[in-house]
């Protein structure tokens, strides 16, 4: 049971360039989110997934996108990235039937240059 | 914006001593958890009281829920030189579509504890 699994660990990109990171689970939880957390802000929702097939958006999801084809898998997608995105990225899942807790990945730290 | 608000900022503590932390919020809640996050690693689910509860306790961990003064306290006892962390508390809100599966995390707390 690997929990929440999240790839790549680490990545550099140039201003512009496109990547995507993938988080899985293997909890069959319903729920799954995507954090970004940068020094003395805490974490800031960037877009969450109630159930296959479905996103919505967070509190700052300008330049990111999402995709949940699959239960356990929850992409983040950055189109055009900017140096304001170089951050450490958390993917978190959930489910009502476990307490609502949320369990965490061990982040994606990413440099856009 | 920010739900929760943690204070201390940072506490720097002896190995033995306990540690408290304190976390703010503005609005109602369904439940408030409380994370702990080790330097380079993912958060780390603590307790969790939910807003009908005033205290909670979980080996050295206590939580307290005061809903009247939307405010909580974390309270680690005999504090070791690995509770040295970050902790995180979340807030799950009643109006997050009807459910609580979403969480507006505070800043945090840096807690040393020296050997």
């Known amino acids: 049971n690997a929990g929440v699994t999240q790839t790549p660990k680490f990545r550099v990109l140039k201003t512009g360039q496109s990547m995507t990171l993938l988080c899985a689970q293997d909890m069959n939880h319903e729920y799954m989110y995507w954090y970004r957390q940068d020094p003395g802000m805490g974490l800031r929702l960037i877009h969450y997934s109630v159930g296959e097939g479905t996103t919505a958006k967070g509190e700052v999801p300008d330049g990111y996108n999402v995709s949940r084809l699959k239960k356990q898998n929850f992409l983040l997608g950055l189109e055009s990235a900017a140096p304001s995105q170089t951050s450490v990225y958390f993917c978190?899942?959930?489910?009502?039937?476990?307490?609502?807790?949320?369990?965490f990945g061990p982040g994606t730290r990413l440099t856009v240059l | 914006s920010q739900q929760g608000e943690e204070d201390p900022q940072a506490l720097s503590i002896q190995e033995g001593e306990n540690a408290t932390m304190n976390c703010s919020y503005k609005t109602s809640i369904n439940n408030l958890q409380w994370y702990r996050q080790n330097s380079g690693r993912g958060l780390v689910h603590l307790i969790l009281?939910?807003?009908?509860?005033r205290e909670k306790h979980s080996g050295r961990l206590r939580v307290t829920l005061d809903t009247s003064k939307k405010s909580s306290s974390l309270l680690i006892t005999a504090s070791r030189a690995a509770d040295t962390a970050s902790y995180f508390c979340a807030t799950a809100g009643l109006n997050s579509g009807g459910s609580n599966y979403k969480l507006t995390f505070g800043k945090g707390t840096l807690l040393t504890v020296n050997p």
């Open positions: 978190a899942s959930s489910s009502r039937l476990a307490g609502d807790e949320q369990f």
């Open positions: 009281i939910r807003s009908n509860e």
